[in-house]
């Protein structure tokens, strides 16, 4: 059986691409992602949340489009300034058209800085802010609710606070 030259780069073409997207998959993979996830799935459940000291603050919607959803702070987590994975100072649900909320992301904070998790670097956000908080640092990780934009974006594109009009 003869393979002729174009046969052969055909055959090429399609094995490079099939390792390429194996390789983008394996570049898509977060492991802090991954970890949050397996460290905090308890918050599923709002009413863990609630358990554990957290209480909701309002939507936050992007002054560009996309949102936050509403936080659930600790406020004793807020004023510990540690960092652990297991401890995220705020949990992030987005509220559904049913009038559920749907955990979407977690938020480390800390007023100690520069501040890093896994080797990602918190956003620094001066004061007065929308919280009435002092300076601090803060990773939003998105863990169950893919963002476009990055996985420690602030806001996201897909969440919308648009189910909370008219509660």
Do not use: Q
């Not at 046969?7 to 390792?19: E, N, P, T, Y």
């Amino acid at each position: 059986m003869k393979i002729h030259n174009w046969s052969r780069c055909l055959i090429a073409a399609s094995v490079l691409a099939v390792l390429a997207t194996g390789a983008a998959e394996a570049e898509t993979v977060n492991p802090l992602a991954e970890k949050v996830r397996a460290a905090d799935s308890r918050f599923e459940d709002v009413a863990a949340a609630k358990a554990e000291g957290y209480a909701p603050i309002p939507c936050a919607s992007g002054l560009t489009g996309g949102a936050m959803g509403i936080h659930y702070v600790n406020a004793a987590y807020l004023k510990d300034d540690a960092v652990d994975v297991a401890k995220p100072e705020a949990v992030m649900y987005e509220p559904m058209a049913d009038g559920t909320l749907k955990l979407i992301a977690v938020e480390y904070i800390t007023s100690k800085g520069p501040a890093s998790l896994e080797g990602h670097l918190f956003n620094f956000n001066t004061a007065p802010n929308r919280y009435g908080l002092g300076p601090f640092y803060e990773l939003h990780v998105w863990a169950w609710k893919p963002n476009p934009t990055g996985a420690f974006a602030d806001m996201n594109p897909n969440v919308s606070c648009d189910a909370m009009k008219g509660m």
